[in-house]
């Protein structure tokens, strides 16, 4: 079997980069695929693919089996703490009157604990300064796996260990058998919807504030990545910020931002005199 022909496939639909290293763990996926789709052989799996968008539910079954999915709530101490003390202020400071909404999305969110550490942190903080201020989190994975998981909302004592006491009171029902789920105004709040990087460019969503992206950028080369960061920026508002995982590309820079200093994050601020170009 050709690994190389299905390293390109995979790069060329999903932008996965998977090097020879991970060869062994590319093959362990063909093959459960294999098994499930009722294939005989690698070959005939690769036809169907071939023949297949990258948004169906083959692709979206195969790289759920290649990329990893580990994530937990309130995962980046830094990231959360510069939610609370520097974007959402700036953003009631710049929105004085009540009534906008605080826009997120929330960028290969997996099974949804990232986008609800958000919401938790978004819903306290504006409901203490100003209830007339709304908010809504688009949270977007190429695993419809993942995302079936992340809408229920459903999460074992053992996943829910992260979440603060007074957040897990106040925004998960107990729902026995050491099992917690997210309560419905919350889960109300985030709209979970698959989404191939690759196809970023058709994606509507734009006039946001803030884009949350990271634990992402690492499966793509680093030309792939300046790509998906070009994409990405053009969808923030003036005063919005990409805030990305600390190693991803620390070297980014765009003439319409500007780098946050703030100890342990890398993150950028679309400036003011800016306009939006989506």
Known sequence: MDAQKWMDLVEQRTGVMITLERKSFLMTGLRSQIREAGLADYDSYFQLLASTHSWSPEWSGLIHR?????????????????????????????????????????????????PYSLAMLIHRYLGGVCKGHGFGITATDISEVSLEEAQAGVYSARRSAGVPRELLGRYCRDLGDDRYQIVKSLRQRVTFTPLNVMDIATFSLNQLDLIFCQNMLIYFSRERRLQILKALAERLEPGGVLLLGPGDVPSWSHPEFERIRFEGILAFRRQAQARASV
């Open 66 to 114: 290649l990329t990893v999915h580990e994530t937990s709530f309130f995962r980046h101490e830094p990231s959360l703490r510069l939610l609370e003390e520097n974007i959402l202020p700036a953003f009631v400071e710049r929105n004085r009157e009540c009534g906008r909404e605080f826009r997120v999305w929330s960028v290969g969110c997996a099974t949804g604990e990232e």
